[in-house]
């Protein structure tokens, strides 16, 4: 670039000599070559530098949204080269890394179930032996609800390694969503009156038509939503759940009364580990799977503050057949 940059100012110079000298005919000659030959190096650096930085730009962008592994064709031997290079061995870095830690997790869950299963059954069955009465009882007790509560954190996990490795699979059916969603309500109902935590369910105006879905997903994103609800909300003592069919979509909301979340975290809660400014204990994925779940269905999951306080939960699923789908790697 220097050494074009120094010929073109020659030639300039070259041009403005003739005219001191009254060669104009030449003076025209020359700056035309100079026109020719910035025009020339503007699409040659259009070429061979910004259209291939814009590109590498793009898919460095790709990679922060998780395409780990993608790799860009190397034009030269350049610059641009040098850092296309770069960036691919990043891209595979990464993806080896994600990788491993995707097994690591897959691992560790697996080896954490059948303990933990053991532990849930024993606590189960002590607690019902007669001999075990006040302190101990309790004791019981609370470990059988944090094994529970370990377990949930243990099958996320799974889940996300699925996700993650292209294990991840929808089993799609002609299902009820409505009595899906009463039926999450019924399954969390207790637990959720356990905590003093009110539920409001309004019940859709006219019927909904069946939808393309797989019950156990769908109704495991419901349970993971109710549970959010009542963990960062329950200090709201309510939460109001409705289920409404417009136009060609189904609309789920979930609402608590709660403190809500902070603008600056909202763009962010659906992203795996985050958990922002909550205190609440758990692995920060749930959401990520929920929002997952949904997206493969064909549908959205916004979150969101509510108007007047706590935060509000919008699922959208299409009705028609053709919307959902079963993605397989």
């Given at each position: 670039?220097?050494v074009?940059?120094?010929?073109?100012?020659?030639?300039?110079?070259?041009?403005?000599?003739?005219?001191?000298?009254?060669?104009?005919?030449?003076?025209v000659a020359?700056?035309t070559?100079?026109c020719?030959?910035?025009?020339?190096?503007?699409l040659?650096?259009?070429?061979?530098?910004?259209?291939?930085l814009?590109?590498?730009t793009?898919?460095?962008?790709?990679?922060?949204?998780?395409?780990y592994?993608?790799?860009?064709?190397?034009?030269?031997?350049?610059?641009?080269?040098?850092?296309?290079?770069?960036?691919?061995?990043?891209?595979?870095?990464v993806?080896?890394?994600?990788?491993t830690?995707t097994?690591?997790?897959?691992r560790?869950?697996?080896?954490?179930?059948?303990?933990?299963t053991?532990?849930e059954?024993w606590?189960?069955t002590?607690?019902?032996d007669?001999?075990?009465?006040?302190?101990?009882?309790?004791?019981i007790?609370?470990?059988?609800?944090?094994?529970?509560?370990l377990?949930?954190?243990?099958?996320?996990m799974?889940?996300?390694?699925?996700?993650?490795?292209?294990?991840?699979?929808?089993?799609?059916?002609?299902?009820?969503?409505?009595?899906?969603?009463e039926?999450?309500?019924?399954?969390?109902?207790?637990?959720?009156?356990?905590?003093?935590?009110?539920?409001?369910?309004?019940?859709?105006?006219?019927p909904?038509?069946?939808?393309?879905?797989?019950?156990?997903?769908?109704?495991?994103?419901?349970?993971?939503?109710?549970d959010?609800?009542?963990?960062?909300?329950?200090?709201?003592?309510k939460?109001?759940?409705?289920?409404?069919?417009?136009?060609?979509?189904?609309?789920?909301?979930i609402?608590?009364?709660?403190?809500?979340i902070?603008?600056?975290?909202?763009?962010?809660?659906?992203?795996?580990?985050?958990?922002?400014?909550?205190?609440?204990?758990?692995?920060?994925?749930?959401?990520?799977?929920?929002?997952?779940i949904v997206?493969?269905h064909g549908?959205?999951?916004?979150?969101?503050?509510?108007?007047?306080?706590?935060?509000?939960?919008?699922?959208?699923?299409p009705?028609?057949?053709?919307?959902?789908?079963?993605?397989?790697?």
């Open positions: 670039m220097i074009s940059g120094i010929g073109a100012l020659m030639l300039l110079l070259g041009a403005v000599w003739c005219i001191t000298r009254g060669y104009g005919l030449y003076a020359l700056v070559l100079v020719f030959y910035i025009i020339g190096m503007m040659w650096f259009w070429s061979r530098v910004s259209d291939p814009n590109h590498l793009d898919v460095a962008r790709r990679i922060a949204d998780g395409s592994g993608i790799q860009v064709e190397k034009l030269g031997d350049d610059e641009v080269g040098d850092l296309t290079d770069a960036l691919n061995e990043m891209s595979e870095k993806a080896v890394a994600e990788k830690r097994e690591f997790i897959s560790v869950s697996h080896e954490l179930r059948t303990p933990l053991a532990i059954g606590a189960e002590i607690a019902y007669d001999a075990v009465q006040g302190d101990s009882l309790r004791g007790q609370i470990i059988s609800k944090e094994a529970e509560r377990t949930g954190m243990v099958s996320e799974l889940e996300f390694a699925r996700i993650q490795d292209g294990r991840f699979n929808l089993r799609i059916e002609m299902i009820d969503i409505a009595a899906e969603l039926d999450a309500i019924f399954t969390y109902g207790e637990l959720m009156r356990q905590a003093g935590v009110e539920v409001k369910y309004d019940q859709p105006s006219k909904i038509p069946l939808i393309p879905g797989d019950p156990e997903r769908l109704k495991q994103v419901f349970l993971n939503l109710l959010n609800a009542v963990k960062h909300g329950g200090d709201g003592r939460v109001e759940v409705a289920i409404a069919a417009e136009g060609s979509i189904v609309i789920i909301t609402r608590d009364h709660g403190h809500g902070p603008e600056n975290e909202l763009p962010h809660v659906k992203e795996k580990f985050y958990k922002g400014s909550s205190k609440g204990r758990g692995t920060g994925i749930g959401l990520a799977v929920c929002d997952e997206a493969r549908g959205r999951l916004l979150i969101e503050n509510a108007q007047g306080g706590g935060c509000l939960v919008t699922v959208t699923l009705l028609r057949g053709g919307e959902a789908h079963e993605k397989k790697n």
